[in-house]
């Protein structure tokens, strides 16, 4: 395509972010030509960021937990799994659990995001067990946990429905699902990375019945492995039209590939100019969906506030004892200060205001940071920082 034509194709996609119109998938496939301004993009995607939710950059007091790395599946891009009798596999006890419980209270932490592998000697029980543990013993914590596959699996386990699993789940104390497992959608792709487990209709419909019982949830991508343009607008839209018949989607978060120790470790990672372009093609993309996170574990500290200017309008947290990602060869800090991320907010012009997993805001005891209570929507905060 000729300069004149593609700067004429860009105009068109820009008018129609202008009248809040929606983008088609030729639309996000033209953005991602390395020949269109990554800083026109970029603008037109901070434009939607900003009539979303203002100059306000979101974070949240969180840990991570992966109660076992033993997992059935082998998924080419996964360098956390372990086999049952690997040395470095593991399943943690209640004492362990409850450890990790005691030092997400101590340290403040709003959240608790629980996600591992498949531990085929493990029943259903073990998984429902844990949740109910923590929430017995930390009922402030917000327990988010278990992918779309590992609800698959617990499906498959218990030989009930998706609907009881996800309401025995919530009966124990589940509060929200990660958006893990997505990967991407496109049989094409997601057969070359993970045939075996939980295919697209099943992440979907598990997402969709979690919303249907008023289970908030996030949704993910996995991009810059085997996948093209094609591939990443496919799976958005996906995700769009799902977004447009329950509404349960609170945030999209773009997942950087890391290749170091899985079995695509040949793959070179996404640039930093790769993952700001996704950043602001998923804000452009998504229009139904409220929030945009650039998760800094896997992007980079320093891509990740650059994206705060490129659709995304979060940061994710502290992230304590995140192991999945850095297992596969990130090279992100294991955890940040709560200063440290306000300071990355505000060094990147934003207003940062802490909220919990379901965006609301957070307020601290200002003598006791350990102690907190969460007030309205975020949505209301942005609205007053337009």
């Known amino acids: 395509m000729i300069t004149k034509e593609r700067e004429a194709r860009f105009r068109e996609i820009r008018d129609k972010v202008e009248a809040e119109q929606r983008l ?51 998924c080419r891009f996964c360098a956390f799994r372990s086999d049952l009798r690997d040395p470095k596999g593991y399943a943690m006890n209640d004492e362990q659990i409850l450890q990790r419980g005691q030092e997400a209270t101590e340290n403040g932490c709003t959240e608790m995001h629980i996600v591992g592998g498949l531990h085929h000697q493990k029943p259903y029980e073990w998984y429902r067990h844990l949740i109910e543990l923590l929430h017995t013993h930390y009922p402030q914590i917000h327990l988010k946990g278990w992918t779309a596959v590992e609800i698959n699996w617990f499906e498959f386990q218990t030989k009930k429905s998706v609907r009881w699993v996800l309401e025995d789940l919530r009966e124990a104390g589940l509060g929200s699902m990660p958006g893990g497992g997505a990967e991407i959608f496109h049989p094409e792709v997601r057969d070359q990375l993970c045939e075996h487990k939980a295919n697209t209709h099943a992440w979907l419909d598990i997402h969709r019945t979690a919303h249907q019982i008023g289970l908030r949830t996030n949704c993910t991508m996995l991009y810059g492995h085997v996948e093209k343009a094609y591939h990443r607008i496919d799976h958005l839209i996906r995700l769009r039209d799902l977004q447009d018949e ?60 650059t994206a705060l200017a490129y659709g995304a309008d979060d940061i994710d947290g502290t992230v304590r004892h995140e192991l999945i990602y850095h297992d596969a060869g990130a090279t992100t800090p294991q955890c940040l200060s709560v200063d440290d991320i306000r300071n990355l907010i505000s060094e990147a ?27 309205e929507s975020v949505e209301q905060i942005a609205i007053t920082t337009s």
């Open 246 to 305: 329950t509404g349960g989607f609170q945030v999209f978060i773009p997942l950087a590939f890391h290749p170091e120790n899985t079995k695509l470790s040949e793959i070179k990672k996404p640039s930093g100019i790769m993952d700001l372009r996704t950043m602001a093609i998923s804000r452009l993309m998504l229009d139904n969906v409220q929030h945009i996170k650039a998760y800094w574990i896997m992007l980079g500290v320093e891509t990740a506030q």
């Open 349 to 375: 012009g934003r207003e940062p205001v802490e909220r919990d997993t379901i965006y609301r805001q957070v307020h601290r005891d200002p003598n006791d940071y350990t102690k907190w209570t969460t007030g």
């Open 24 to 74: 088609s998938l030729d639309d996000g496939i033209f953005l991602y030509d390395p020949e269109v301004s990554l800083g026109a993009v970029g603008e037109l995607a901070n434009l939607v960021r900003e009539r979303k939710n203002g100059n306000v950059g979101y974070f949240n007091i969180n840990t991570h937990l992966n109660p076992t790395n033993v997992c059935v599946y082998r």
